[in-house]
């Protein structure tokens, strides 16, 4: 099970800090990440961590602006959001894969599901 946190609103330039973490279940072979969707979109790939070896990637539209870390003994992932523009309102949805997936940035290589946290960033 996944829990996602931290939502809210901020305004452009601003700064969230969302959390997840993983209870009954451990992902420390594959993978954890954050999704967003936005109203009329279709769910889209913001950044995600490679449990064994802790790398990470993210997606152009946030890269320099989004941090993704992780506490180990918490099972616990964070998504650090600072610069903050408009367009990165959305449902933000934490993601966990068991084993790693070559595609960690396709939704549909998650089968585990946080229930979504609202951003809305004012301009």
């Keep these: ?8 609103l901020a305004q452009a ?5 969302l959390f997840c973490t993983a209870s009954g279940r451990t992902f420390s072979n594959g993978a954890m990440g ?3 969707q936005a109203p009329g979109k ?5 950044a995600a961590i490679r449990w064994p070896n802790g790398a990470i990637r993210y997606s152009d539209s946030v ?6 870390s992780r506490d180990n003994a918490k099972n616990t992932v964070y998504l650090q ?3 903050l523009k408009p367009e990165d309102t959305a449902v933000y949805y934490c993601a966990g894969r068991v084993i790693w ?3 960690y940035y396709d939704p549909g290589n998650y089968n585990n599901w946080g229930q979504g946290t609202l ?3 004012s301009s």
């Design 1 to 8: 099970q996944l829990q996602a946190s931290g939502g809210g």
């Design 13 to 17: 330039g601003g700064s969230l800090r």
């Design 34 to 36: 954050w999704f967003r």
């Design 42 to 46: 279709e769910r889209e790939f913001v």
């Design 63 to 68: 890269k320099a602006r989004f941090t993704l």
């Design 81 to 83: 959001m600072d610069n």
């Design 101 to 103: 997936h070559i595609h």
């Design 119 to 121: 951003v809305t960033v």
